[in-house]
C-alpha cells in the first residue's frame, strides 16, 4: 500500500477516495478516527490518510488527485508502447510518452 494523500480534513479525504474510485483505483482511507484524538496527540499524527491498495496505482492516482477527473473524452492507446490510456492523461502512464506522438 502506498500513501497518495493525507489532510485534516475528512470530506477532501473521502473526495479524493472518490475521485481514485471513479479512475478505477482502489484506495482506503486511514486514520478516518484518529482525529477525535486532537490535542493528545502531535497534529502530524493526526492527518486522515489515503492508501492505494495496489503500489502500481500510486502514479495514476497522484496524477488523478493532481489534474481531477474533469477532462473527459475517449481512452486512447499509447503510439509508443500501446498501452490503453485513460482519457484525462496526456501522456502515457506506462512510459510516459506524450499523448498523441
Ligand atoms: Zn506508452
Not at 31 to 41: C, D, T
Not at 49 to 56: A, F, I, M, N, T
Not at 61 to 83: H, M, N, T, V
Amino acid at each position: 500500500m502506498q500513501r497518495v494523500y493525507s489532510s485534516f480534513n475528512l470530506a477532501a479525504v473521502h473526495h479524493a477516495k472518490n475521485v481514485l474510485q471513479a479512475g478505477g483505483i482502489r484506495a482506503a482511507v486511514r486514520n478516518e478516527h484518529l482525529s477525535s484524538a486532537m490535542g493528545e496527540l502531535p497534529p502530524a499524527e493526526c492527518q486522515i490518510e489515503l492508501w492505494v491498495l495496489r503500489d502500481e496505482d500510486r502514479v495514476r492516482a497522484e496524477a488523478l488527485l493532481r489534474d481531477g477527473p474533469q477532462k473527459r473524452g475517449a481512452a486512447w492507446r499509447c503510439a509508443a508502447c500501446g498501452e490503453a490510456c485513460e482519457p484525462q492523461f496526456t501522456q502515457c502512464w506506462k512510459c510516459g510518452a506524450e499523448r498523441g506522438s
